[in-house]
């Protein structure tokens, strides 16, 4: 704004004291179309507005209140493929035995995308990214991650999985044997301020990625990021698959049970073999921005205000933070024991699996807790205020009964919250810190 005052007071002899006065005096407009002095100013004005207006960089996320709406990606964004695309897939997509798995990674550069990936490749498995790159967090972050699997020898290819026509064109490339699907509008509070961007990814763009799934021959199975917010408003804990999921509390919680549903629909009718996984809140190292502990952990060090949340009466908000690592083994089991889909030619040709499974810790931490842990860690006192959890789609607690996924996938979560950040807050100053002394944070 102060750039804009000189600009503005040039032009304010001339400003009347309403607009509804401005409307009607000819005077005003005679003055504001002829003035040549008028009229240089309004051109610069106009031209340092475009200039502000097209180079702004995407707002980065911190706790996601000021982010400016996302960009949807559009199917012109088809126009980022490199032109030699399906040579690059299908040399990502080599496996380094006869029975290694071929998958296809959405949302390959985002915080699980990028290790599962590296996971899987690292076990001799052949990997394809994909990934809309959206600017919903700082997009250096993505853009890092990326570098690091291009390293590792995974190739992302940069397109929305509401691409149908590149989607089949890539299951035609590529013979893929299981789809790891991660791509997400996620976030819960991020919901209320763009409430599309979650219909856009989680629910047309995941019916666009089954669609393509069913339309593929052979068709892979598929594995794919629900949610412990299904939970919703539920009061009876530990959380099982079994409860009920008719009552979420956001917009997000909404599309990835919608998801569930879909998935139901495509297994019963195209016999596509599909995992859920309900994640909660996972953690860890090349994390998300707009989680809280990732900004907390921001904030603390740079001196800002940071707000915990408590329920009514002061009851205590917890969550059952999982790290990444072992969320990871969850998904890899999740692969390794998927049966195959039934279908061809876009026709179901017998029952498929159909599974959903919570990927938790068993152990809800209070954000208090988190905090304290925090602070010791980074050696500093944080500036703490409490406050009354706004209406704003958080629920109270979650904490998951993982006994399905130990006995089906061997699931077997082994991180504590604490050994888990100490991994967390190495990564952060070091990522962020070299890019302090690159000058380019
Ligand atoms: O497990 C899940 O299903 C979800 O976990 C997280 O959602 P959430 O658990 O709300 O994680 P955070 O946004 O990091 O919040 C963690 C806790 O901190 C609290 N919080 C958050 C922000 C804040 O300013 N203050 C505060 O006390 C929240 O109420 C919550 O209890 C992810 O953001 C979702 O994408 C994911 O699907």
């Known amino acids: 704004m102060t750039q804009l005052k000189p600009i503005l007071s040039h032009l304010d002899p001339i400003i009347p004291s309403s607009t509804g006065k401005f409307k009607s005096s000819p005077y005003a407009f005679h003055r504001l179309r002829f003035h040549p002095r008028l009229t240089l100013w309004s051109f610069l004005f106009l031209f340092f507005l475009l200039i502000f207006f097209f180079c702004s960089p995407p707002a980065a996320s911190s706790g996601g209140n000021k982010r400016r709406s996302l960009t949807n990606t559009s199917h012109s964004e088809r126009a980022r493929l490199s032109p030699n695309w399906p040579a690059k897939a299908r040399n990502s997509a080599r496996t380094q035995s006869k029975s290694g798995f071929t998958v296809l990674v959405t949302g390959a550069a985002g915080f699980v995308g990028t290790h599962v990936a590296v996971a899987l490749k690292n076990r001799g498995d052949g990997v394809v990214g994909l990934d809309n790159f959206n600017n919903y967090y700082e997009s250096g972050l993505k853009k890092a991650r990326k570098s690091l699997l291009e390293r590792q020898g995974v190739y992302i290819i940069e397109a929305d999985i509401n691409d149908g026509d590149l989607l089949s064109k890539l299951f035609e490339v590529v013979h893929f044997t299981h789809v790891m699907h991660l791509a997400a509008q996620a976030g819960v509070r991020y919901a209320m301020q763009n409430p599309s961007s979650y219909i856009h990814s989680n629910v047309n763009g995941f019916v666009s990625l089954l669609e393509a799934c069913k339309n593929a021959n052979p068709q892979p199975s598929i594995v794919w990021a629900s949610s412990s917010s299904v939970y919703g408003l539920n009061s009876k804990v530990p959380f099982s698959e079994k409860d009920r999921t008719d009552q979420p509390a956001s917009l997000y919680a909404a599309t990835k049970k919608a998801g569930e549903e879909i998935a139901h629909t495509y297994n019963h009718i195209y016999g596509l073999s599909i995992t859920g996984l309900r994640f909660f809140t996972v953690y860890g190292p090349w994390g998300r921005p707009d ?151």
């Open 291 to 441: 989680m809280a502990y990732y900004f907390f952990t921001k904030d603390i060090l740079r001196g800002k205000e940071i707000k915990i949340f408590e329920g009514a009466d002061h009851a205590t908000v917890a969550r059952d933070f999982t790290y990444i690592d072992d969320v990871v083994k969850g998904c890899l089991a999740a692969l390794d024991t998927a049966k195959k889909s039934t279908g061809s030619g876009g026709k179901k040709r017998g029952a498929a699996q159909l599974r959903i499974y919570n990927l938790g810790n068993t152990s809800p931490v209070p954000v208090g807790k988190l905090v304290s842990i925090l602070e010791k860690l980074l050696k500093v006192k944080a500036r703490k205020k409490v406050l009354a959890m706004p209406r704003n789609g958080d629920v109270l607690f979650t904490h998951a009964n993982i006994s399905l996924a130990r006995k089906e996938l061997g699931y077997k979560p082994t991180t504590d919250l604490e050994t888990g950040l100490k991994k967390f807050v190495k990564w952060y100053l070091s990522y962020y810190g070299a890019k302090k002394k690159s000058s380019s944070w």
